[in-house]
């Protein structure tokens, strides 16, 4: 196995909001983050780093290294190149309304990625977000990510 920390860090800097249509029961804010973070994961496993990149707000910031915006996009755009293929199964997440317009989302993560039917890595990862309600949008605003149970 690869002793490569980064790629997970990418796949786990996960969730924001997107969805919304003018058109049937409204949505709620925690629904609507936990689905921009499915939202992000989709993208990332597609391989589009844009789409995974649209939620995070302009000013996010990384507890682990203090990434901003800029150096994440990087970041992920290096480690999704570096693999065929990356998948990740959330695991527990909770979503915790704080205040007007904020949030914050936990979860853990299985992150796997290579190539063939058995993937070259796996790693879980426990995931920390700080959300932020911009024009009616949930923004990712930081991101906090450590180890959980160790590599497999």
Known sequence: MSKRPGWIQACLITGVLSILSGCGAPVDDETRIRETIAEMIAALEAGDVGDFMDPVAEDFIAGNGGLDRRAMELLVRRERL?????????????????????????????????????????????????????????????????????NL
């Open 82 to 150: 570096a693999r065929d293929a990356i998948h990740v199964r959330r695991l527990d997440t909770k979503v915790r309304l704080i205040g007007e317009g904020r949030a914050a989302a936990s979860f853990r993560a299985l992150a796997t990625g290579g190539s063939g039917v058995l993937p070259d890595e796996a790693r879980f990862w426990q995931v920390t977000t700080g959300w932020r309600l911009d024009d009616g949008r949930w923004r990712v605003i930081s991101a906090e990510w450590e180890p959980a149970l160790g």
